[in-house]
């Protein structure tokens, strides 16, 4: 199968690469290099440096023809998104939609897109949600993740093509960058083992839906099989606080520095865990690693990657 990867030098979608290659597939991946990283990318993997946004993603996509794309490149932050909205929909609507639209025209069959299952509910008013549960997003960047998925549905019912969205909880692990865009698993890790202090955002009572991304991989290699259309949630299904992530991450690293507390974030969701039940059903998709035991693996490559650099 040929499979076209965007943002494929990512953290994720770089990890779900060498997993398609790995396959037996044939891959190619699309990235402008602006925050994925070439170390990142498989060898064995096409490359196209390009924006998604551009012309030249549209000739690449058209002269790969993929059966299937797989699309992660996207303005991630959501502080940024709210800063600055137009950028944010330029990349995670504008670019998304040139993406869709030259595959199309290329002949592809298949569409699988990293939508948010923390972003685009909202605050929550049942626990753990369903994918049928209100959408209510809280910043520019849960509306941009939806909207994908109603064109996505658009293009779907206009041309035939089959997709599925995959509503991700909280990931982490190997190869996400502690710097920059990252969740709070890299920036604390990162921050534990240098030895410098950590703060907690508010009082850390809020809760996440943390999956690791070997699950997250393992996700979208069974989505590749499915005819399944529509969106589904890759979770846990399990709350943490951030308060119990810190002293998880901080016996994982032997950081000694007490736990602090800073100023909360406005706006920022108070709890947010996911129902995967239709993942099990129609993908045969559950989490096969533990918080405790993705921290230990977290950490393990870290450790490696300072020891190497």
């Known amino acids: 199968m040929k499979i076209l990867v965007t943002g494929g030098a990512g953290f994720i979608a770089s990890n779900i690469v060498d997993a398609y290659i790995d396959a037996g597939h044939k891959v190619a991946v699309v990235d402008n290099l602006s925050t994925g990283k070439i170390k990142n990318l498989n060898p064995s993997a096409e490359f196209f440096k ?77 626990f753990p949600a ?15 993740k939806k909207v994908g998925e109603m064109y996505l549905h658009w293009f779907s019912m206009t041309y035939g093509i089959q997709y599925i969205a995959l509503r991700y909880a909280n990931i982490y692990g190997p190869r996400q960058d502690p710097l920059g865009e990252a969740g709070v698993v890299a920036i604390f890790t990162g921050r534990m083992m240098e030895g410098k202090e950590t703060i907690i955002n508010g009082d850390g009572g809020q809760t996440r839906d943390f999956v690791y991304v070997g699950d997250v991989v393992a996700a979208n290699v069974a989505a590749l099989a499915s005819d399944y259309c529509g969106p589904i949630n890759i979770g846990t299904g399990i709350e943490t606080s951030i308060n ?19 100023p909360g974030m406005p706006g920022e969701q108070r709890r947010s865990v996911i129902d995967a039940g239709i993942a099990k059903k129609v993908l045969g998709w559950k989490p096969a690693v533990g918080f405790a035991e993705g921290i230990s693996r977290t950490v393990s490559f870290f450790r490696d990657s300072k020891s190497r650099s």
Not at 130 to 144: I, Q
Not at 245 to 251: H, L, N, V
Request: proline content about 5%.
């Open 50 to 126: 390009v924006d998604i946004r551009s012309e030249e993603c549209s000739r690449a996509i058209k002269s790969f023809k993929p059966d299937v794309v797989n699309h992660h490149a996207a303005q991630v932050d959501v502080r940024r998104s709210v800063s600055d909205p137009v950028f944010d929909a330029g990349i995670n609507i504008v670019g998304m939609v040139n993406v869709i639209s030259s595959g199309v025209q290329s002949g592809v069959k298949k569409f699988i897109f990293s939508s948010s299952g923390g972003a685009i509910y909202g605050e929550q008013s049942v």
């Open 130 to 144: 369903k994918e049928d549960h209100p959408v209510n997003p809280a910043s520019p960047y849960g509306l941009t």
């Open 244 to 262: 119990t992530a810190f002293e998880i991450i901080s016996f994982a690293t032997r950081y000694n520095l007490q736990m602090k507390h800073g």
